[in-house]
């Protein structure tokens, strides 16, 4: 059996290798996976404790808020109100930037993230995940925090998820490659399962809600007809698989290649899903393993945010997969 390397042991090691990376680093790290153990046990006995079902309120996204979904926000502000590093928290679920006191001086970075993804598949025990994005403030934006929160996903300086599934696994990059831990519950720790994770350039399986093919553009009406063609040359028809979590669904996808996509519609061309806390820290994730976060039309992180809460269009996978789909939205196929 391999040596275990937990995630500590594997961030220090990475500090070593590069000056960039600095303690502080490690220290969000090691708050983030805390607060993945956290969210993991309460996910682990939610049926039996009163934390199902919805709270009544809506989110900023007027969606409606499950009780879990706001557990988990409060367990990501709890594990850094007295963090001295992380300056500013932007949340799916808070509709203004949490500034942590603590850090009002020091603090020099910034957490985007969504604290659960997948919500609807709370009360029937499918997979969840959590995002988070990290960046770094300069001297200049430490005074204007606000001015920091709308940088570009290409200035992330770390970014992953945690997949609460049959296991619970912590994906992060910090621009050295993608990196995998398991929690071994038996010990509370995260310990190293897959280092410098490359996907294939193409892939077998497709990732969308069909539902929503009638409000669809039509070149991604004809995209996914051509998946769905028999053609043995292009290993066509691609498998569907789509679990209501986009982490669950872009993890199948990391591992084993082929896309995911959330497009937009023709009456909301700015789709479903966030940039700077869900599609920009995938996009840092899959592209660090030779993948492609696009819009359909650009990378996503080459967008200049306009707004912290923004929602964008996303097509996340394999390359070959997500440019063929581009050149379907360009009329060239
Ligand atoms: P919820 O967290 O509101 O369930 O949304 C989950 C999500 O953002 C993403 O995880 C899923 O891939 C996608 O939305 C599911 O959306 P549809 O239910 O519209 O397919």
Redesign the pocket.
């Known amino acids: 059996m391999a040596e275990a390397i937990s995630l500590t042991r594997h961030i220090l090691q990475q500090q070593r290798l590069h000056a960039q990376a600095t303690g502080e680093f490690s220290a969000i790290m090691a708050q983030i996976a805390l607060a993945g153990k956290m969210i993991a046990r309460d996910l682990s006995h939610a049926g039996l404790i009163d934390i199902l079902g919805s709270t009544g309120e809506v989110n900023v996204q007027g969606?409606e808020v499950q009780k879990l979904d706001q557990k988990a926000n409060e367990t990501f502000v709890k594990v850094f109100e007295y963090s001295p590093v992380v300056k500013t928290l932007i949340s799916e679920e808070m509709e203004e930037p949490v500034t942590i006191a603590h850090a009002e001086r020091t603090g020099k970075y910034a957490l985007f993230f969504d604290p659960?993804?997948?919500?609807?598949?709370i009360d029937v025990n499918a997979p969840l995940g959590s995002i988070f994005s990290i960046h770094r403030l300069d001297e200049r934006e430490v005074s204007t925090p606000q001015a920091a929160l709308l940088k570009r996903g290409s200035e992330q300086v770390a970014a992953g998820y945690l997949l609460y599934g049959a296991s619970t696994v912590l994906v992060y990059t910090c621009g050295d490659g993608v990196h995998q831990f398991t929690l071994d519950p038996g010990i509370g720790e995260f310990l190293l399962s897959a280092t410098k994770l490359q996907m294939p350039a193409r892939g077998k399986i497709y990732s969308t809600?069909e539902g929503?093919r009638q409000k669809w553009l039509e070149p991604v009406q004809r995209f996914v007809n051509y998946l769905q063609e028999t053609d043995a040359a292009t290993g066509r028809p691609y498998s569907s698989r789509y679990t209501?979590?986009?982490?669950a669904?872009v993890h199948r996808i990391l591992l084993k290649g082929g896309l995911y996509l959330?497009p937009g519609e023709v009456k909301k061309p700015e789709g479903?899903?966030r940039l700077m806390y869900?599609a920009a820290p995938l996009s840092f994730v899959v592209e660090q393993a030779g993948g492609l976060g696009s819009t359909g039309v650009e990378r996503i992180n080459t967008i200049q945010p306009k707004a912290p809460h923004q929602r964008v269009p996303l097509v996340i996978g394999s390359r070959d997969d997500v440019t063929l789909l581009e050149q379907f939205m360009k009329g060239a196929v």
């Open positions: 969606e659960l993804d997948g919500s609807s598949n809600n929503n209501g979590c986009l982490v669904d959330y479903k899903l869900e």
